[in-house]
């Protein structure tokens, strides 16, 4: 079945980087785009960025600029996002998700990974 | 960037009610709008996509509607299963800088 999932918790301290995968399965990787989509404890769904994962295009919410990069590993399958100098309300739960229609990035999510807590903290 | 603002931000409603939770975006969308739900510790469930357009394995008592900068999740009798968060998402940004509603906590009451 059209799965993705993420690898597992991590603990960080302030000023850190956080590497997150995203391994998909049952689909054809590269006819869709993956976006991250993070959440903070008790808080709202928040868009972190896109990547095209037919030719590695990005679009990263505005916020995180300079501190984000996504990447893709289209032989794996297997989608990446890393977080640099990471701050305590950096703290939330990362979501990879798919794009519903292609790779184009504007798009609904109708499979997402199962999460992965990331704990910011000194 | 495209604001989407999702009320109410909570609801208390019974079994069998009909509940109605709205999204305005800041600007057209033109349909470019899904909706999902989000139970405690998993991740949000897809349930409409387009504006209205329902995602396979979705209840029918789910709807959506809308055009323009005014769109409308129903569901038209509350079941047990259905208490959980909700949220709206615009997907018409080109580059995509997608948003998401602040969401919709629907409660027994």
């Known amino acids: 079945q059209v799965q993705l999932v993420q690898s597992g918790a991590e603990v960080k301290k302030p000023g850190a980087s956080v590497k997150v995968s995203c391994k998909a399965s049952?689909?054809?990787?590269?006819?869709?785009?993956i976006s991250w989509v993070r959440q903070a404890p008790g808080q709202g769904l928040e868009w972190m960025g896109w990547i095209s994962a037919y030719n590695g295009n990005t679009n990263y919410a505005q916020k995180l600029q300079g501190r984000v990069t996504m990447t893709t590993d289209t032989s794996t399958s297997t989608a990446y996002m890393e977080l640099r100098s990471l701050r305590s309300d950096d703290t939330a739960v990362y979501y990879c998700?798919?794009?519903?229609?292609?790779?184009?990035?504007?798009?609904?999510?109708?499979?997402w990974g199962q999460g992965t807590m990331v704990t910011v903290s000194s | 960037d495209i604001q989407m603002t999702q009320s109410p931000s909570s609801l208390s409603a019974s079994v069998g009610d009909r509940v109605t939770i709205t999204c305005r975006a800041s600007q057209g969308i033109s349909n470019s709008l899904a909706w999902y739900q989000q139970k405690p510790g998993k991740a949000p469930k897809l349930l409409l996509y387009a504006a209205s357009r329902l995602e396979s394995g979705v209840p029918s008592r789910f709807s959506g509607s809308g055009s323009g900068t005014d769109y409308t999740l129903t569901i038209s009798s509350l079941q047990p299963e259905d208490f959980a968060t909700y949220y709206c998402?615009?997907?018409?940004?080109?580059?995509?800088?997608?948003?998401f509603g602040g969401g919709t906590k629907v409660e027994i009451k």
């Open positions: 998700a798919k794009g519903y229609y292609d790779s184009s990035g504007r798009d609904a999510f109708d499979i």
């Open positions: 049952g689909y054809t990787f590269t006819s869709y785009g």
């Open positions: 998402q615009q997907y018409y940004s080109t580059p995509p800088k997608l948003t």
